[in-house]
């Protein structure tokens, strides 16, 4: 499979860099890439949660093993896919304000959460962080179709003429954390102990490389679009947000949908 990595140094300055903010670069490749940005923290963040509330607001109405599982009985169901993609084309090392460093841990925190910092990562300084692996991860049409018809409880088909669904979503499956302190020398992670800078979230994968390095393996959802599934549509998922107005999903035909 090929890789690709996109490296970001975010590094605090006491002066206002007049460099592009690649933070807001990235927000805006996912935009551009037809892609909403998820808002707030969720548990389940990837294909087949189903979503109520607003984009500003989301809820879990239902976990995607609930009503999208991977398997039953044993049998793979096909409907979830995977594949690569290239996200913009941020690859240059960029310096930033001590603010930009506060956006980025906010927007870190949507979605499925991977960390929260506690007082001892008043020390870090400046972070650079690399995302390995920008892949696309979606719902099939096609075995949806048959999935609905043959598989999807009446509970599901119920609720789904109420909320809406992630259908597609973008996810990095794997990000690379390296700490600086006040005279940029990288903060031994082995050492010091991962838990003083802050607390992973329970069932996160991850490792440490060369005492510096906190290896994240548990893919991070970064952007998503919002299906619709009512009963009148049998299984056939033909509208989908990758926008919104207003607080609001803005769904269209899938014939329309353009990033």
Known sequence: MKMYSILILFLISPVLSA????????????????????????????TGTLIGGSPNAMTIAADPETCFPETINGQDTLIRKVQDTTLGSLSQATSFTGAVTVDL?????????IFDINAGFSAVKSVELQFVNATVEYI?????ETYYKNYLSDNCKSLLN??????????????????????NANINLTTNGISKYFNLTANIQYHIEQDYTLVIDTPKYIG?????LASKDQG???????????????????????P
Request: charged content about 15%; glycine content about 4%; hydrophobic content about 45%.
């Open 19 to 46: 460099v592009a903010n690649p933070l807001n670069n990235l927000k805006t490749s996912i935009a551009q890439d037809g892609y909403i940005l998820y808002a707030t923290p969720l548990a389940s963040a990837g």
């Open 105 to 113: 841990l906010k927007f870190m925190s949507t979605a499925n959460l």
């Open 224 to 228: 998503y679009q919002m299906g619709r």
């Open 162 to 183: 109420s909320v809406g669904f992630i259908i597609q979503a973008l996810r990095v499956d794997k990000m690379r954390y390296v700490f600086k302190d006040v005279n």
């Open 140 to 144: 099939d049409l096609i075995q949806l």
């Open 236 to 258: 056939i998922s033909l509208y989908r947000a990758s926008q919104t107005f207003l607080n609001t999903y803005v769904f269209k035909s899938i014939k329309d949908v353009n």
